[in-house]
C-alpha cells in the first residue's frame, strides 16, 4: 500500500510539473503568440491549424490558454507560499506563547474568519482596484488565517513536551526552539493544507478575473478570458469552453496530489 501511495503522488507531481514546463515553453514553441491578432481567422472552430479554435480577434486559444497557466497558476502558488508562511509565523507565535499580544491577534484572525472567503476578496480587490497582483493580496488577506489556527493548534500540545522542556532547559531560545524542535512537528499538515488551497486559490483568481477585479484583457488569464468570451457561448463555445476546461483540470490535479500528498503522510506518521 505505501508503495501504490507513492507512485499516485509521483504521477500528480510530474503531470502538474509537465503542465507547468509545457506552458513555460509554449511562448517557443508554438506557431502562434497569445496576443498575435488575425481578424481573418476570427471566431474558428478547432481544426489542423487551430488546435483549439480561435477568439473573436483570431487569437489562437491554445497558446492563450497555455499562457493562462502560467498566470494564474504561479500567481496561485504565490499566494500560497504568501498566506502558509505568514499564517503559520502567526500560529507559532500564538502557540507558544501566551499574553495579551496573543489574545489580540487570535480575535484578530477571528475577524477575518468571520466574513465568507469570496465575498472578502471581492471587497478587497474591489478596494485595491483591478490587477493580478492586486487580486493576489486580496486572496492572500483572505487565506492566512486558517493557516494560523491550524498551527496554533499543533503547537500547543507540544510546548510542555519533555524534548521542549529540554532544549529550554539547555538553553535555547525560543526562536530556536520555534524552528529546529517545532516546526518540522507540524509543516507536515501545513504543507497538505496549502496544496488543498491551491485549487481553491486558482478558482477564486479566476472568479475575480471572470468579474473584472483581477487580469484584465487583454491579458491571457483563464477567467478573464471566459468573462470577454460569455456572450459568445451559443454561437463560439469553444471559447468559454476551454479556459473552463483548463480551470477544471488543473484544480482537479492539484486536488488529486494533494489527496496523494496528504495519504503519504498519514501513511508516514502511522508507521
Not at 514553441?29 to 481544426?47: E, N, S
Not at 489574545?103 to 484578530?108: D, F, M, Y
Request: charged share 15%; hydrophobic share 50%; glycine share 8%.
Amino acid at each position: 500500500m505505501p508503495k501504490t501511495k507513492q507512485r499516485r503522488f509521483y504521477l500528480f507531481l510530474s503531470l502538474l510539473l509537465l503542465g507547468l514546463v509545457v506552458s513555460l515553453l509554449a511562448d517557443y514553441v508554438l506557431p502562434f503568440g497569445p496576443y498575435d491578432q488575425d481578424l481573418t481567422r476570427a471566431l474558428r472552430p478547432p481544426d489542423a491549424i487551430h488546435w483549439l479554435g480561435t477568439d473573436r480577434y483570431g487569437r489562437d486559444l491554445l497558446s492563450r490558454t497555455l499562457s493562462g497557466a502560467k498566470t494564474t497558476v504561479c500567481t496561485a502558488l504565490a499566494v500560497a507560499l504568501a498566506a502558509s508562511s505568514f499564517g503559520s509565523f502567526l500560529g507559532l507565535f500564538c502557540g507558544y506563547h501566551q499574553g495579551k499580544i496573543t489574545t489580540v491577534l487570535l480575535r484578530l484572525t477571528d475577524v477575518f474568519l468571520a466574513f465568507p472567503p469570496m465575498v472578502f476578496a471581492i471587497a478587497v480587490a474591489g478596494i485595491l482596484g483591478g490587477g493580478t497582483l492586486n487580486a493576489a493580496a486580496a486572496i492572500t488577506l483572505v487565506a492566512w488565517p486558517k493557516y494560523t489556527r491550524l498551527v496554533r493548534n499543533q503547537v500547543l500540545p507540544l510546548r510542555h513536551e519533555y524534548y521542549i522542556e529540554a532544549a529550554r532547559m539547555n538553553g535555547f531560545s525560543s526562536f530556536k526552539i520555534l524552528l529546529l524542535q517545532i516546526l518540522p512537528e507540524i509543516i507536515g499538515p501545513v504543507l497538505v493544507t496549502a496544496a488543498l488551497e491551491i485549487g481553491t486559490i486558482i478558482t477564486e483568481i479566476a472568479g475575480l478575473s471572470f468579474l473584472g477585479l483581477g487580469a484584465a484583457p487583454p491579458a491571457a488569464e483563464w477567467g478573464s478570458m471566459m468573462s470577454g468570451a460569455r456572450n459568445l457561448l451559443q454561437t463560439a463555445p469553444w471559447t468559454v469552453f476551454v479556459p473552463g476546461a483548463a480551470i477544471f483540470t488543473t484544480v482537479a490535479l492539484f486536488q488529486l496530489f494533494a489527496d496523494s500528498l496528504r495519504d503519504l503522510a498519514d501513511a508516514k506518521t502511522t508507521r
